[in-house]
């Protein structure tokens, strides 16, 4: 999920708002306002929303609590946390890839529910010892009754979390499990992600009988989480059966050789308009001197000024293949796939023996998982993606 609002960084993790943030923002302030004016009729307009504001506030820093313990636990296991979004049902924490170990996994995903617990109870405690008392259930006039509702609602999170079904954290706790017995990520996932499917399902109907049998809103709201989940455990799922039909193959199996050069003394007006835009090509290979100097593309181009450009040639502004991110024919395609993303690019120069042997792009390993589809006799008739 991409944050609509950039917060600023903690710990060198990004953390954003998404925009479905602020509906859900407002509806616990006007929820929390109508709670308190239940149990403290007798507080001021003003009380009352200042109170709901801070707890709202408290609120969305437990979740980022959550969060942020997930980036910890995954950032000390060596795996990289690129950002922390907040949205309407929560917050995601974007881990750049998964763990390379069941044990990693198992400690990420437990790391947020124990904290959510931990903050749950802390806010209770709080409550007590400041005169509390948890048997006369949210007292009429103390202050602490946000505090009580954030004890709670912690403890809630950390129990929803909990539900076993994949990609909740309960449901990665369950696949770490399933994976350090099997040791077979794949077909952890996959189970995983089936009791998600199962677990979303009975949302889904269970919320919808509530609604219809007693009115209830929050049966609307749990078919909605349940359709949310669902959605979730079936995109799992297919990442889970992209990686297995992915799983032996190779860059060198499906990369394109096809790398068109360009000699590195032609000026850059030539390489716009004869090279650019007569082949529609956005990248060339610089050779000079009978080696390859390095790549150049449209955007080398366009960080010149137009007016050098009859000066400057394009092994002036050539990248050299050392200074990309590459890969090489040997390399696993879920890996290169894992690069991609990371460096959020679509295709990714392939070298050997420090030549470059060809460029493997998004395109190649659709083209190449459509025709193992057709050629399994699924598939056929299926659009190309472009
Ligand atoms: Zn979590």
Known sequence: MRPSIRLGRIFGIDIGLHYSWFLIALLIMLSLAAHFQAVNPQWSVGLRWSLAAVTGLLFFAS????????????????????????????GVANIEKESSDAESEFWMAIAGPITSLVIGFLFLG????????????????????????????????????????????????????????????????????????????????FGFFRFFYSGAFGGLWLAFIGWFLSDAAAASRATAEVTVALEHVRVGDVMS??????????????????????????????????????????????????????????????????????VSPDTYLTTALEVMAQENVIQLPVISNGELAGVISRNNIVQFMETQQELAGEGVGRSRAA
């Open 257 to 326: 050789q096809d790398c068109p050069a360009i000699e590195g003394n032609i000026n850059l007006r030539t390489f716009a308009e004869d090279y650019l835009l007569r082949t529609g090509r956005r990248w060339f290979v610089v050779i000079q001197n009978g080696r390859q100097l390095g790549l150049v593309t449209i955007n080398e181009l366009r960080r010149t000024d137009r007016n050098r450009w009859s000066f400057t040639t394009v092994a002036d502004i050539a990248l050299p293949l050392d200074r990309l991110r590459t």
């Open 126 to 205: 709080i409550a007590r010892a400041a005169g509390w008392q948890a048997e006369s259930g949210t007292p009429p006039a103390p202050l602490w009754a946000g505090l009580v509702w954030l004890g709670y609602i912690n403890v809630a999170l950390a129990l929803f979390n909990m539900i076993p079904g994949y990609p909740l954290d309960g449901g990665r706790v369950l696949r770490a499990i399933i994976w350090g017995i099997n040791h077979n990520l794949v077909r952890a996932t996959r189970m995983a992600a089936d009791v998600g499917q199962f677990i979303a399902i009975t949302f889904i109907v």
């Open 63 to 90: 979740i980022l609590a959550h969060e942020l313990s997930h980036a910890a636990v995954a950032k000390a296991r060596g795996i990289p946390v690129r950002s922390i979004t907040l949205f309407a049902l929560g």
